[in-house]
């Protein structure tokens, strides 16, 4: 399930926010794709679209050691995008990973993950 949010301001705007507020929080962005420029250079249209993975090696890692198959689904990603009218935030919420994965015993590092991701989007929501 995508947990969504409307953010005040441009994708790149709001993705520059998202940079500053995992920088603070010392968290490492892994990459950052941009699906709108990818699809200029391919002579098509797309509403501005950025995906940003990023995460901690050692949370990544302790579920990895659950089950190797969740490096898969990690690190963790937040989807900005302008849908045509407002721009939003979304994310999957990483309990769903338990039901894909062997992590019922990591229940508590998906609880951590679920209000991190949480408090990033209400937190890049704002303006400014």
Do not use: C, N
């Not at 953010?7 to 709001?14: S, W």
């Not at 249209?45 to 050692?58: M, Q, R, Y």
């Amino acid at each position: 399930m995508m947990i969504t949010t409307d953010a005040a301001g441009t994708v790149d705007e709001v993705v520059q926010r998202l940079t500053r507020e995992l920088d603070a929080r010392g968290i490492r962005i892994f990459a950052t794709i941009d699906h709108a420029a990818g699809a200029r250079e391919a002579g098509l249209e797309l509403a501005d679209e950025v995906v940003l993975i990023f995460g901690s090696p050692a949370v990544g890692t302790a579920l990895m050691q659950y089950d190797a198959a969740a490096g898969l689904d990690l690190p963790l990603r937040m989807l900005v995008w302008e849908d045509g009218v407002r721009t939003r935030v979304g994310y999957h919420d990483p309990h769903e990973l338990a039901g894909s994965y062997r992590l019922a015993a990591a229940s508590g590092v998906l609880d951590k993950l679920a209000v991190l991701l949480k408090s990033l989007a209400a937190s890049v929501a704002r303006d400014g």
